[in-house]
């Protein structure tokens, strides 16, 4: 993408979006799939006010691109494991219920990522710079962040009580997966206060330098 190209992100208060728990991806992913990830997703984009909407198979088949038979497993899926209720009202009519998700206390600390060439070795580097691609992040009560991975840097910043190390945090959002992050950031809250050396934010950093260099020895053997 050349320098002079514009890019427009799209703008979550247009109402164009919906949104699903967080704890969907961190608790049950594994168990349900990417397809079922899918359908539930596609449920959550149909549901209303009262988190219901009565989609048919074959339309939601069709508009996930498999097949009906699929569809219907998938929604046995998220039935068993609690994620949906399905009313039957018929042969052919079915409502389904998006339910209240069930998740452990860390999963829901952060609202809601990626590459980046800035990755700083030292957690304490005075070199940090206060802009990464020409954002402005020298100002942390001013920062209003506009796309998710500058949301997740905030939420980083805030679960660790290191608003200096906002920069950082941005960094480690655009290269590393969410839930990577969140996987680390709750071993590090559980850790009592007595066994944290410095902070919570240079035990953080400490394990996310730990994770990169033991990836870079392992794909070099």
């Avoid at 069930?102 to 700083?120: A, D, H, W």
């Amino acid at each position: 993408m050349s320098n002079q190209e514009k890019i427009e992100i799209r703008d979550l208060r247009n109402g164009d979006w919906c949104w699903i728990h967080k704890a969907v991806i961190q608790e049950y992913a594994q168990k349900i799939g990417a397809i079922g990830i899918g359908v539930y997703s596609f449920l959550a984009s149909m549901a209303d006010s009262k988190q219901q909407c009565f989609p048919s198979q074959k339309y939601i088949a069709r508009a996930l691109g498999y097949s009906k038979a699929t569809i219907c497993k998938k929604i046995k899926l998220l039935e068993r494991s609690g994620l949906i209720k399905v009313e039957r009202r018929s042969r052919y009519h079915r409502v389904y219920h998006l339910l209240k998700v069930r998740c452990k206390p860390r999963e829901t600390q952060m609202s809601t990522y990626g590459n980046s060439e800035f990755l700083q070795g030292n957690y304490n580097n005075n070199k940090l710079t206060k802009y990464i691609n020409n954002i402005d992040i020298s100002n942390f009560k001013k920062f209003k962040p506009k796309t998710r991975e500058e949301l997740l840097a905030l939420d980083l910043a805030k679960a660790l009580n290191d608003r200096k190390g906002l920069s950082l945090y941005l960094s480690y959002s655009k290269k590393y997966p969410e839930s990577f992050l969140r996987k680390v950031l709750g071993g590090v809250k559980e850790i009592p206060d007595r066994k944290i050396k410095k902070s919570r934010g240079a035990l953080f950093n400490y394990l996310i330098q730990k994770y990169v260099k033991e990836t870079s020895k392992n794909n070099r053997n």
